[in-house]
């Protein structure tokens, strides 16, 4: 069994019931890689081009990624509760604030609403 990076459009068919590469593939794979790239892009995909609510979304997306093969830095699940739970916090924002709360770091913002969460 070997490793997989899944793209956008993957998960994207996946969460739209439109593509079943996903399930297809499931079995060929010891982990299936799920980027902070691609997550945000399927956070635009999802909630510009489907409009799927916030809440509705980000619940599909912890469903999927609960699933025992999928491997991403933890921090991922903080920025979706923290994409979920802040209205005026958009997903790449939501990244920043998990990862910097993770590891330590500052965030170097001119975002009001960003740098709120941060102080």
Same mark, same amino acid.
């Given at each position: 069994m070997g490793k997989a990076i899944a793209d956008t459009n993957v998960i994207v068919g996946f969460l739209t019931g439109r593509d079943t590469l996903l399930d297809a593939v499931w079995g060929r794979y010891e982990d299936i890689y799920v980027s902070g790239e691609v997550l945000c892009e399927v +956070? @635009? +995909?999802m909630t510009k081009m489907y409009s799927v609510p916030r809440a509705e979304l980000t619940e599909k997306l912890f469903l999927l990624l609960r699933r025992e093969k999928f491997v991403f830095g933890r921090w991922l699940t903080d920025a979706l509760f923290y994409y979920r739970d @802040?209205?005026?916090?958009g997903i790449v924002d939501a990244c920043l604030l998990a990862r910097s709360m993770k590891e330590g770091m500052e965030i170097l913002t001119a975002d009001k609403d960003l740098y709120k969460l941060t102080s």
């Open positions: +956070i @635009y +995909i @802040y209205k005026n916090l």
